[in-house]
């Protein structure tokens, strides 16, 4: 297995853990350092085919898209900068960070890419402000809005035509890790391959247009849930009548939710759960 | 923790109910807490309840009690725990910063850094166990005094609440509006287009068709 290789999946199975330590005063920002600690200076792990002697600043400044850790070579002339003490390295890797998860391993990657060609620190921090953004606002968008919601309604609309509860699950966490898993892969080769160059990447990636692509299947899908819900629902509610208080009620509910949106739904589901709770207890026999 | 999303309400609670020897309903209670959460936008630092663990204790009263009245108060449970549990995450997160203040001024030797991240992330494996734990403790309870159970988590029997005519007609239809009130919330974040609308209306009307043949 090449440097760089180890390099890429040591960034993956240190992000998958990067979250350990999030807290409200610096985010991610421990996990951040915890993460690249094997890439520090002095550290066991290199992320270049060079042993990540520096390079010129020249390249690691302009590293575009295309760059990648065959054809991006590491210079060897470059003299090393004096080394920075292990604490005060560190004490900048803890600095306030945030990032989806999914996309950390390009930050984790990128950094410790960057800090082995020895490039200056204040451009380093200047670079990790700058990926703070993107890399919380896309994942946010496609993974917990689109990405999750699209593998829970599949597996419940697998569950409710009545597929047998293994297959529901394996359903979902296939779906769910499948993307979960080659996105997180995705990002840290991008971060180890391109250093300071990752923005054109990250655009390539095209997060927004896949959340785009989720949402007509998925509002497709999720249509056909309310559909099967709605009738079977109906099935259990007793006499006509009775069926159209539980439509009508099921269909405001849900028109409660479109109006509410995510705001709503954070209590308005529990405090629904609560009352077939009191009926449930109402009705003790 | 690493997200492969093993500890969503679907997966536990299905599981919890495997073990406890009735998947089905371990599905269903998991599944309904799943849907209820499911407009939900976990970014950042977001204050939200946590239905995963919850989902187990929720899962163990709905199968020690029985019926769709048991169903309904394993929800009922498994909803108020998981404002419990998301309450501990928030705690969880003011703990860490204290176990790793100072490392962003001062500094630490790497080993230092590495004891403490991993100490977070024992004791967050901790506070799982313990919410799940006490939930449990809570589910007994909950049989105790619904059920013909003797409250105790070594004598649960099963019992029967809601199956009277009343409670069967009314209780399933209650149960499901959580998820029709997150469905909503799910739409409208996807961004309702005319052409959308219609996606959506096409959907229900094949899941209307293939509901209704089914029956």
Partial sequence: MSTGMRAVLRVFLRSLLIQGSWNYRTLLGTGMAWALLPFRPGGRSQVGENGGRPRGEENGGRAGAGANPKADPLPESR?????EPESRWIARMAEPFNAHPFLAPVA??????????????????????ALRGPLGGLGDQFVWGAWRPFCVVAALVAG?????????????????????????FRAAAI???LGFGVADAIRALALPRWTERIAPPGVLVLGLLCGLILVRGAMFAGDLSTRSIWVSGAVLTFLGGVAGGAALS???????????????????? | MAQFMISRPLVSGTLAGWILGDPATGLIVGGT???????????GGTRLPEPGPAAVPAVAAAVQLGGVGGIAAGLALGAGWSLLGGATVIGQRRLNGRMTLGI??????????????????ALDALRGCLVTGAGLIAAATVVGWMGDGQGSLGQ??????????????????????PGALAAGALLRGWSPSLRRAALFIAGLVAGVLIAGGAS
């Fill in chain 1, 79 to 83: 003299t090393p900068s004096p080394v």
């Fill in chain 1, 108 to 129: 984790i990657g990128a950094l410790a890419r960057v800090g082995q060609e020895g490039a200056d620190p204040e451009r380093i921090r200047t670079f990790r402000n």
């Fill in chain 1, 160 to 184: 409710v035509l009545g597929a047998p509860a293994w297959a529901v699950i394996t359903l979902f966490l296939v779906f769910w890790n499948v993307v979960h898993l080659s996105l997180r």
């Fill in chain 1, 191 to 193: 971060g180890v391959a």
């Fill in chain 1, 266 to 285: 954070r209590w308005a589901p529990t405090l629904l759960l609560f009352l077939a709770a009191a009926v449930a207890w109402l009705t003790v026999g």
């Fill in chain 2, 33 to 43: 807490l799943e849907a209820a959460h499911l407009g939900e936008l976990p970014a």
């Fill in chain 2, 104 to 121: 962003e001024e001062e500094g630490a030797a790497a080993r230092t850094v590495a004891l403490r991240h991993w100490g977070c992330i």
């Fill in chain 2, 156 to 177: 649960l029997a099963p019992g029967r609440v809601g199956e009277g005519e009343f409670g069967l007609q009314v209780l399933p239809p209650i149960l499901l509006l």
